[in-house]
């Protein structure tokens, strides 16, 4: 459920993140970039040097984008490494995230 914003990520000031997706580990700020799926989210985010995410799943496929940025995503039994150009095509109910930032990281995240 989305949040309001209250902090940008360092280093990507230039751009406005609109919202923010809780998250135990830290919030994902969020630019949402429409959707024509009924249950879908197309969405621009943003994730600061030094965060990690808990992996979770979505009972719809994914493809996730990394626009720039390096470190580590989980990927049901893997861990990948990831950078810039990197794509993770997430099957339905496969459990993914980014767990380790190694710099500043914007991804879309697309169904």
């Known amino acids: 459920m989305p949040i309001p914003l209250t902090e940008q990520v360092p280093g990507m000031e230039r ?3 609109s919202i923010a997706i809780s998250d135990p580990e830290g919030n994902v700020p969020i630019l949402d970039l429409g959707s024509t799926q009924e249950y879908g989210a197309n969405v621009l985010a943003g994730l600061p040097v030094g965060r990690s995410y808990t992996p979770g799943a979505h009972r719809y496929p994914v493809v996730v984008m990394v626009l720039e940025g390096s470190g580590l995503f989980f990927l049901e039994d893997d861990t990948l490494p990831y950078g810039t150009g ?6 339905a109910n496969v459990r993914h995230a980014f767990v380790r930032v190694d710099t500043t990281t914007l991804f879309v995240k697309h169904v």
């Open 86 to 91: 990197s794509v993770f095509r997430v099957q």
């Open 15 to 17: 751009i406005r993140f």
